[in-house]
């Protein structure tokens, strides 16, 4: 069973800083990678930002350039590091990882969502 745990959401802020963690534990083989989601007030589940933790990095266009997303293999822990905030950047965030183990093939995973309110 695979859990990814959520932390750092908070209140801040406009042009404040804020810094997300998710660690993924439990038994499989790898994790192909990790990235962030977030759902805004009455909007749906977007893609924020996501690393192979190869090199690989992909945002998108609204965080690119404020925040920036780090994948740990050696600790399965992926970070999203967020500067110059906007009130439009607040919702619940999500920690997603596609993991490969040899029973299931690659699945995705989710975290239950950590909240980030940006005030004006």
């Known amino acids: 069973q695979v859990h990814l745990a959520e932390s750092g959401g908070d209140l801040v802020q406009a042009g404040g800083s804020l810094r997300l963690s998710c660690a993924a534990s439990?038994?499989?083989?790898?994790?192909?990678?990790m990235g962030w989601y977030r759902q805004t007030p009455g909007g749906e589940r977007e893609f924020v930002a996501r690393?192979?933790?190869?090199?690989?990095?992909n945002y998108a266009d609204s965080v690119r350039g404020r925040f920036t997303v780090s994948f740990h293999v050696a600790d399965n822990t992926v970070y999203l590091d967020m500067d110059n905030l906007k009130p439009e950047d607040t919702g619940v965030y999500y920690c997603q990882a596609n993991i490969y183990d040899f029973s299931t093939g690659s699945t995705d995973y989710w975290g239950q969502g950590t909240q980030v309110t940006v005030s004006s």
């Open positions: 439990g038994k499989f083989f790898r994790i192909n990678y």
């Open positions: 690393s192979t933790g190869v090199g690989s990095r």
